[in-house]
C-alpha cells in the first residue's frame, strides 16, 4: 500500500477515534425543557436550563454502503462527517463493530510513517499520557514535510491532551499546505477551545474574539455556545453579547433573556420574550411570568401608577388571583385615584371580596382592630362602633418615707368610647385621691420649717381630670392622641397634659414617635404640687415633655430587635430644670407557636439593655426640688417575657415579666437648687437585682358586660411599688369575644 495511501487510513482512524470524545464538543447547545415550573425567584436567580441530550435520528445508509465494499476509509470519513453535523447523535454497537475492524498492517519501514501509524491507534488516555517532546518532535517533522493529513492528526491530538494553543498552528498548516474542510472544522475547533480557556480565565473579551474566528471557520454556533460559559462564569455582559450574534435561534433568544434577567434588566426582557413567544413554550412562559415579576417589583418601588397599569391587565386575565387584586387596590389608594379604583371595583368582584379579606388581616395583625371592622365586618368585632361605657378604679401604692417618698394614690372613673366617621372618639372623668402621709417636723422639706404642725404640707390632696381623646386607623397608620386637665390642688393651679402618637408600619416592622406632656407621679410633690411650710410659696406640680421614637424589625423568623430613644425636659413650679436621655435595646424570640394550650397571640422572650440619665440629681423634698427619681446614671440589663393570650375567646390575658440588674449614680444635690447655698445632699451609688411584674386580663361575662383587671408589682433596692385595677365596662351593643384593645391598660381611647 503507498505510503499517503496508509497516511489516510491512519488520519482516518485518529478522526474516527478523536470525533467520538464528548470533550471535542465540551459545551452543547442547550435544549428546550418543555416542563414549565415557576418558582418564587425564577427570574431573579434564573436557573441554567438542561443539558440533557435530544434523540437524533441520522441516516447511516452510506456508511453501511462503504462497510460493505471494504472502503473502511470513506466509511469512517462519513462516520466523522455526520458525527460533527449532528452532537447529540449515538450510534448503535453495531456501527461501531462494523467501524473497528483494521486494515492488514502495511510494510512501510518510514520511521516518521510508523510513528504517525503509532499515534493514530492510541486511545485517548493514551494520547494524554504521552510525553510533549514526542508530540512536539512529531510536529516538527509533519511541518518540515508539509504533511496536511498528519497536521490535522495532530491538531486533533492536541485537542485530545485540551491544548488548543498547540493545535492551532498545526491545522494553519494544513490550511495552508492543502486548503478544505478538515482544516477548516480543526480551526473552528481549536479557536473554540482558546474562547473556552479565556472565558474561564476571566477574559471575556478575549472569549468572544477567539469565538467570532471559530464562526469564520464554520462553527455557526460558536457565539451560542460560548455565550453559556459565559453566563456560567457570571460575565452577563459578554454572554448577552454572544447571544445576540446571528444566528437567532430558540437557544440563543433563551440565553438572551436570562442574561438580561440576571443583569436586572427586566423590561428589556419582557419585551424580547413576548416577541419571541412563538419560538418555544419556555419563552412564552418567561413572557407570561416577567409581567408580574414587573409589576410586584413596581409595587415595592413605591412605583404606584406602573404597579396599577400592570396589575389591572393581569387581574383580567386571572380574575381570581388575590395577590393582583390586592396590588391593584393599594396602588390606586395610595395614588389616591378614587374614580379609578371605583371603576375597577365595577370590573373586577375580586375587589370586592377578597382584598377586603387581605386588608383584614393586615389590619388585625397590626391591633387595628377598628380598621379590620371598617375592611370586613366580622363578629369578633361586632358592637364596638356603637356606644361602650366603662367604670373603673386604678391605684397604686408606693412605698417610702412619710410624707416624701411614700405616695397612695386611688383614681376612679367613668369613660366612653364609640366611633364615628373612622375615628374613635373616648371621654373620661377621673377623680385623683392622693395620699402621702404628714412629714415629719424635721424632715427636710420646703424651706427652713418654724416647727408649727398645723403649717406642714398636707398629707393628702384631691383632683379632677376631664379627658378626650381619639384614634384613627387606616393602612399602614394609626393616630391617636388625648388631652386633658388636672383641676385643683394643693398648689391650687390647673395643668394641661397630653400626648400625641403615630405609629408607621413600614414593609417591614414599625416606627412610632411620640410626643407627649404628662405629669410624673413619683411623689405628692411632683404630681399635684405643695406649699412651703415656711414661706407658703407654691412649688412643684412637675410635667415630663418631650418626645420618644421607636423602630422594631424582624431580624429574623419570629425573632425582632427593637431600638427606642427618649429626649424630654421636666419641669415645674418654682423647682429647677432637669432634662433627661433614655436608650433602649430589646431582642425577643416568639415561641407562641409551641404551645397549643393555652392558645397564644404571642410569646415573646428576650434579653435588653436600658440606660437612662437626668442632668440634676432633684430627688429630694426641699424648695427647688421636685422630689422625683433622676439618677444621673442609671443603667439596666436583664430578661424580659411578654405573654398574650389568643384574640377573639371570652377572655383573654397579657402579662409581662422582667427580670433585671440595676447600677444607679446619684450625684450631690444641693439643698436649696434655686439658690446654690452651697450646702448638699451626698453623692449616692447602689447595684442589685430588680423586677416587674404586670399581669392583666379581661372576661365576656355576657354580650352587654365585659369584667377585668389589672395587677403589678416592680421591686428594687430600696423600692417597692405596686399597682392594681378593676373595669367594668358596658357595651350597647351586643358583644361576642374579647380583643386586646378590651383590656384594662390598652390605650384605646375611652377606655
Not at 391593584?328 to 382584598?355: D, F, G, Y
Not at 424570640?589 to 397564644?600: K, M
Request: aromatic share 8%; hydrophobic share 40%.
Amino acid at each position: 500500500m503507498k505510503p499517503m495511501l496508509l497516511t489516510g487510513l491512519l488520519l482516518t482512524q485518529a478522526l474516527a477515534v478523536t470525533a467520538a470524545q464528548p470533550d471535542l464538543l465540551q459545551h452543547q447547545q442547550r435544549p428546550e425543557d418543555t416542563r414549565h415550573q415557576v418558582a418564587t425567584d425564577e427570574y431573579l436567580r434564573p436557573a441554567v436550563p438542561g443539558a440533557e441530550a435530544s434523540v437524533v435520528e441520522v441516516d447511516t445508509t452510506g456508511i453501511w454502503f462503504h462497510i460493505r465494499h471494504g472502503q473502511l476509509t470513506q466509511a469512517r470519513a462519513e462516520f466523522n462527517r455526520l458525527q460533527a453535523a449532528n452532537p447529540g447523535w449515538q450510534p448503535d454497537s453495531d456501527l461501531r463493530a462494523a467501524l473497528q475492524n483494521r486494515p492488514a498492517p502495511t510494510s512501510t519501514t518510514d520511521p516518521y510513517e510508523l510513528e504517525m501509524g503509532r499515534l493514530a491507534r492510541m486511545s485517548e488516555t493514551q494520547v494524554r499520557a504521552l510525553p510533549a517532546a514526542r508530540l512536539s518532535a512529531a510536529a516538527s517533522e509533519t511541518a518540515s514535510r508539509q504533511h496536511a493529513n498528519n497536521a490535522l492528526l495532530l491538531g486533533w491530538l492536541y485537542l485530545q491532551r485540551h491544548e488548543p494553543v498547540e493545535a492551532l498552528p498545526l491545522f494553519q498548516q494544513a490550511a495552508s499546505w492543502q486548503p478544505g474542510q478538515g482544516a477548516e472544522d480543526g480551526l473552528a475547533e481549536a479557536h473554540f477551545r482558546l474562547a473556552q480557556q479565556a472565558a474561564t480565565g476571566q477574559q471575556p473579551e478575549l472569549a468572544l474574539q477567539q469565538a467570532g474566528l471559530s464562526r469564520q471557520h464554520g462553527r455557526a454556533t460558536a457565539y451560542a455556545d460560548l455565550g453559556w460559559l459565559l453566563y456560567d462564569q457570571q460575565h452577563f455582559v459578554a454572554a448577552q453579547f454572544a447571544f445576540e450574534q446571528p444566528p437567532a435561534t430558540e437557544n440563543s433568544i433563551y440565553g438572551q433573556l436570562l442574561t438580561l434577567q440576571a443583569q436586572q434588566q427586566y423590561e428589556q426582557a419582557e419585551t424580547l420574550a413576548c416577541t419571541e413567544r412563538g419560538r418555544s413554550q419556555r419563552i412564552a412562559g418567561i413572557c407570561d411570568d416577567l409581567g408580574p415579576m414587573l409589576a410586584w417589583a413596581a409595587f415595592e418601588a413605591a412605583d404606584y401608577r406602573q404597579a396599577a397599569d400592570r396589575f389591572d391587565p393581569l387581574l383580567t386575565a386571572d380574575p381570581g388571583n388575590e395577590g393582583y387584586a390586592f396590588a391593584l387596590e393599594e396602588s390606586l389608594r395610595r395614588l389616591n385615584a378614587t374614580a379609578r379604583l371605583a371603576e375597577a371595583r365595577q370590573r373586577h368582584p375580586l375587589l370586592r371580596e377578597s382584598v377586603s379579606r387581605l386588608a383584614f388581616d393586615r389590619a388585625w395583625g397590626r391591633k387595628q382592630f377598628d380598621l379590620a371592622q371598617r375592611m370586613m365586618p366580622a363578629p369578633a368585632l361586632a358592637g364596638r362602633d356603637d356606644w361602650q361605657l366603662t367604670l373603673g378604679l386604678q391605684g397604686r401604692i408606693k412605698q417610702g418615707d412619710k410624707g416624701l417618698t411614700r405616695l397612695t394614690h386611688y383614681q376612679p372613673y367613668v369613660a366612653a368610647t364609640r366611633v364615628w366617621d373612622e375615628v374613635r372618639l373616648g371621654v373620661a372623668l377621673r377623680m385623683d385621691e392622693l395620699n402621702s402621709g404628714r412629714p415629719p417636723l424635721d424632715a427636710d422639706f420646703g424651706t427652713q420649717p418654724d416647727q408649727a404642725p398645723q403649717r406642714r404640707a398636707l398629707a393628702d390632696t384631691r383632683s379632677f381630670s376631664p379627658e378626650i381623646s381619639a384614634r384613627h386607623e387606616r393602612d399602614g397608620l394609626t393616630l391617636q392622641g388625648s388631652f386633658f386637665t388636672i383641676q385643683q390642688g394643693e398648689a391650687k393651679s390647673s395643668q394641661a397634659y397630653g400626648q400625641l402618637q403615630g405609629d408607621w408600619y413600614p414593609a417591614l416592622g414599625l416606627v412610632s414617635l411620640t410626643l407627649f406632656r404628662q405629669p410624673l407621679e413619683d411623689s405628692l410633690l411632683a404630681r399635684q404640687g405643695a406649699k412651703d411650710p415656711a414661706s407658703d410659696r407654691e412649688w412643684g406640680q412637675v410635667a415630663d415633655q418631650g418626645g420618644r421614637l421607636l423602630l422594631a424589625i424582624p431580624v429574623a423568623e419570629k425573632t425582632g430587635v427593637a431600638v427606642s430613644g427618649t429626649l424630654a425636659s421636666q419641669q415645674g413650679q418654682r423647682v429647677a430644670d432637669n432634662d433627661r436621655k433614655a436608650l433602649r435595646l430589646d431582642l425577643a424570640h416568639d415561641f407562641a407557636d409551641r404551645f397549643s394550650e393555652p392558645e397564644l397571640d404571642y410569646l415573646r422572650l428576650g434579653p435588653f439593655i436600658e440606660w437612662m440619665s437626668w442632668d440634676q440629681n432633684l430627688s429630694h423634698f426641699t424648695y427647688g426640688h421636685g422630689g422625683y427619681y433622676s439618677p444621673q446614671q442609671l443603667l439596666r440589663t436583664g430578661l424580659q417575657l411578654e405573654l398574650l393570650t389568643a384574640e377573639a375567646r371570652t377572655w383573654q390575658v397579657r402579662s409581662r415579666v422582667s427580670l433585671a440588674w440595676n447600677r444607679v449614680k446619684e450625684d450631690a444635690a444641693d439643698f436649696y437648687p434655686l439658690d446654690a447655698s452651697g450646702v448638699s445632699y451626698d453623692a449616692n451609688s447602689s447595684r442589685g437585682l430588680g423586677g416587674d411584674l404586670m399581669l392583666e386580663g379581661m372576661r365576656l361575662v355576657n354580650q352587654q358586660l365585659l369584667v377585668g383587671g389589672y395587677l403589678g408589682y416592680a421591686a428594687a433596692d430600696d423600692y417597692r411599688d405596686a399597682r392594681f385595677g378593676l373595669v367594668v365596662r358596658v357595651p350597647l351593643q351586643s358583644r361576642h369575644s374579647v380583643i386586646s384593645a378590651d383590656l384594662p391598660l390598652s390605650r384605646v381611647a375611652g377606655h
